[in-house]
């Protein structure tokens, strides 16, 4: 899964010039015509298909080979394609990739899982591990805001499925991206790349690599990004949702002998957008009674949304917005090649700073005046393995060391309206602003987080067509929390749980309640798995995999829930490991001298003690903790084909079904419809589209519910096809491409909601473009091209009274790009 190392990758280059690598048809008609060699050529989804022979590499089991033999569900998407398509961050790599899923309400608030498992949906929790692990040549990052960054001079990106802990790092459970970027290299190359568009949209790439003596090479790569915002805020004049990117990356190759080399590579990203925020998008009814519901509450404050059209694409968010990220770090790798093994270390601290600033009530009122949650974290990571190769036994084993240390400090106040909005109508306090007007809470808190390992992986090859594949790990885990909340009047007096109460301090710890807690979880895990796969035919594998894996436990980081004197439940301070048992089984196939291939898998994964993301509604009782779901299951079948008749011609198609569900989770919170409701206890009944049935105004009963952000049916398809052409007296070819994606309806709520079905849609992007062999390539591109009005989200709004407010996604896109390589 890991990044190919600096050997790999000029191995991986030498067999490109020879023949270039395509993973699916719709790749490979790019690579035909016109590839520089200093890229990798582009691969689509799915699984390895054929350019000229050739075939696609990856790293997946830590060593150089054919996608095509590796018996694991892979899809590889290459540098080029990632260019070409606009894929430029893991988001928009979704498009291209049927079972993976991002969501993303901001970089803190972003999840990426695979096959509907990964972290739960909702808002972050730095208390739980990531079910899918981001590497970037050999490097984990923890952080999943990383997803959120430009792609940075990337030669490859492997979407590896189901569990991944035996062979690398850091033990993830629901899958890996592993991210390959362009090496230095001692013969001088370079590339740069020019984009504008719509709605201001200006994009630069540039990379030059070369000698600096003659065992000393170097690398250096940048990227900007900036775009105008799609969401037009009527109150501040501004646009939102914008992209303001800046990613550099410098690598240093030493090479003092040819079985030693030794890569340092240094990497620094910024992000400064007007984000994020969300706009109305509709009301639906709960329990509540009718004046504590949106529209009673709206009419009685005097405020109307600014258009009760989502895709008129305007809000009235009256909080200042503020998104600054910042993410890097640096690593040392050193290889050592010892004949048939080899020796690597990997070394490396990373950062990310993050300093956000949102509107809570998703609205114009001045409800929540202020939230914010800056947090910073450090990161290092020390990787030690040795690979082995011989004709009758392939192994790895290493050892991984993980620390992490966390800090946040989050200040949420509200303003002039909270009164009104949040207490009830039959309370005179509620025509009081200054009950809960200027009402703060100061929350700070930390986490450490330490990990370490031992793993190895066996490939014994009985036959030259059967082999088996054991693998192990030993992990033990260690996090340590605090947590701490502090809370403030208008007037700057501390509100207590303890002491004298009176109505005025009543209606204030309903909305923040003090809280300080110290949670602690370790626990040791052994897992394992097994693979045997079978060459049918040369260009024919058949392959079976079981694999007992676990999450590691987690710790409650924002905060847990009050019993009835409003003391914190220490109980729910942590959460157990997640259990997992995974059964996958596939066929790799080739056909039409490897014109044409085919790939099907099918997997089950049954977890048992599934880490859920609870919230009750309210606005700052409780941003979100973590749960226990007593079981889950994810299913499926995935297939992956492409079909290249000639250089001319490609085409492919990529699908999956996936059933993803709660198979027990008993007391999951309520969706919006059902709060407010005056019984204790409940059960919510799966219903058509999944809408609830019977009601509770806590908590509910959803086993057999849909899992949040999954659609049953996902494809990604596309093609191309091009003509030999001259133009401005430069000989090359004329190319049209065509790539496309289709989703069923989702659920945008952890709990199932009637309010918060994503309908399922389809999105066409287009390209056409001239090329030539010595690496210039011109093309316009127009993206969502019939302009297909869809949701990344929708969320519901804070205090259940029926606002549920959403992110519209992208309009139709389009613009210029200019490339050149040498």
Excluded at 274 to 280: E, L, T
Excluded at 339 to 366: K, V, Y
Excluded at 451 to 472: D, R
Aim: aromatic share 10%.
């Amino acid at each position: 899964m890991l990044a190919a190392t600096p050997a790999l990758a000029k191995e991986a280059a030498a067999e490109k010039s020879a023949a270039p690598a395509v993973a699916t048809a719709a790749e490979a008609a790019v690579a035909a015509s016109g590839t520089g060699d200093d890229e990798v050529p582009p691969t689509s989804v799915g699984t390895g298909a054929h350019d000229r022979g050739g075939e696609i590499f990856v790293t997946a089991r830590r060593r150089q080979e054919s996608s095509q033999d590796v018996p694991l569900a892979i899809s590889v998407v290459g540098g080029e394609h990632i260019d070409s398509t606009g894929s430029f961050n893991v988001g928009r790599l979704q498009q291209l990739t049927p079972t993976l899923q991002f969501y993303s309400s901001n970089p803190r608030n972003t999840a990426v899982n695979i096959r509907g498992l990964g972290v739960p949906f909702g808002l972050t929790n730095d208390g739980i591990e990531q079910g899918v692990g981001i590497y970037v040549d050999d490097v984990y990052n923890s952080r999943v805001a990383s997803a959120t960054f430009d792609f940075l001079d990337v030669a490859q990106i492997e979407v590896l499925r189901g569990p991944q802990g035996t062979l690398y790092g850091k033990n993830t459970t629901a899958g890996a991206i592993n991210i390959t970027t362009n090496q230095p290299t001692f013969d001088f190359e370079g590339k740069a790349e020019v984009s504008i568009g719509n709605y201001n949209f200006k994009q630069a790439k540039a990379a030059v690599s070369g000698p600096l003596t003659d065992k000393l090479a170097a690398r250096l790569a940048i990227s900007s990004t900036s775009r105008k915002g799609t969401i037009y805020n009527v109150v501040t004049g501004e646009h939102i949702q914008g992209q303001d990117n800046l990613g550099l990356r410098g690598q240093l190759l030493w090479k003092p002998t040819d079985d030693l080399e030794v890569t340092l590579a240094g990497d620094f990203s910024a992000q400064d957008a007007n984000c994020c925020g969300s706009v109305y998008v509709r009301t639906g009814l709960t329990q509540r009674a009718l004046n504590r519901q949106f529209e009673a509450l709206s009419a009685a404050l005097g405020y109307a949304p600014p258009s009760r059209n989502a895709f008129d694409r305007l809000t009235d968010l009256d909080t200042d917005l503020r998104a600054k990220n910042k993410i890097g770090g640096a690593s040392l790798r050193v290889k050592w090649d010892l004949g048939q093994g080899t020796l690597t270390s990997i070394s490396a601290w990373r950062f990310w700073d993050w300093d956000p600033s949102n509107d809570r009530d998703f609205t114009g009122l001045p409800i929540v005046a202020l939230s914010q949650n800056p947090s910073q974290q450090d990161q290092y990571t020390q990787e030690l393995r040795y690979n082995y190769s011989s004709d009758k036994i392939d192994f790895v084993v290493g050892a991984f060391g993980f620390y992490q240390r966390i800090d946040t400090q989050g200040t949420e106040a509200h303003g002039t309206a909270s009164s009104r909005w949040n207490i009830a109508p039959s309370n005179a306090l509620s025509n009081d602003p200054s009950v809960l007007n200027g009402l703060v809470a100061y929350n700070t808190q930390y986490l450490k987080n330490t990990s370490a390992a031992l793993y190895g992986q066996l490939s014994w090859h009985l036959t030259p067509e059967l082999t088996i594949q054991p693998g192990v790990r030993l992990n033990y885990d260690k996090k340590e929390g605090y947590y701490q909340r502090r809370v403030f009047d208008g007037a700057g007096n501390p509100v207590l749980t303890t002491g004298p109460s009176s109505a005025v301090k009543t209606a204030q710890l309903a909305i923040f309640t003090p809280q300080e807690i110290s949670p602690e979880f370790s626990d040791w895990n052994f897992s394992y798995d097994f693979t045997a796969s079978y060459k049918v035919a040369p260009d024919v594998l058949v392959y079976a995999t079981y694999a007992k894996s676990f999450k590691s436990g987690g710790i409650n980081q924002n905060g847990v829930p009050t019993d009835t004197q409003n003391n914190p439940i220490l109980a729910a301070a942590t959460v157990k490991p997640e259990d997992v048992n995974h059964y996958e089984a596939g066929i790799k196939s080739q056909f039409w001298d490897r014109k044409a291939t085919l790939n099907v898998s099918i997997f089950r994964t049954d977890i048992k003690d599934y880490q859920a993301n609870v919230n009750n509604g309210q606005f700052g009782v409780l941003r979100g903790y973590l749960a226990n779901a007593g079981a889950v299951r994810s299913q499926g079948v995935e297939a992956d084909f492409s079909i290249r008749p000639s250089e001319r011609f490609n085409a492919y198609v990529n699908g999956a079904y996936t059933d993803a569900t709660y198979r027990r989770f008993v007391d999951a919170p309520c969706p919006p419809e059902l709060s407010g409701g005056t019984t204790a206890t409940g059960t919510q009944t799966p219903g058509a589209a999944g809408v609830p049935g019977a009601l509770s105004p806590a908590n509910c009963n959803i086993s057999g519910q849909r899992l949040p952000g999954v659609s049953k049916w996902s494809f990604s398809f596309g093609a191309e096809v091009n003509q030999p052409a001259t133009l401005l007296g430069q000989e090359g070819e004329v190319y049209l491409g065509y790539d496309g994606s289709y989703r069923s309806n989702f659920s945008s709520n952890p709990s199932p909601s009637a309010y918060t079905w994503i309908d399922g849609y389809s999105l066409s992007n287009f390209r056409l473009g001239f090329r030539t062999d010595n690496g210039f390539d011109i093309y316009g591109w127009v993206r969502n091209a019939f302009d297909q009005n869809y949701f990344d989200q929708l969320f519901v709004g804070p205090g259940n009274t029926g606002l549920i407010a959403g992110l519209p996604a992208d309009p139709r896109t389009w613009g210029l790009t200019v490339r050149y390589g040498f």
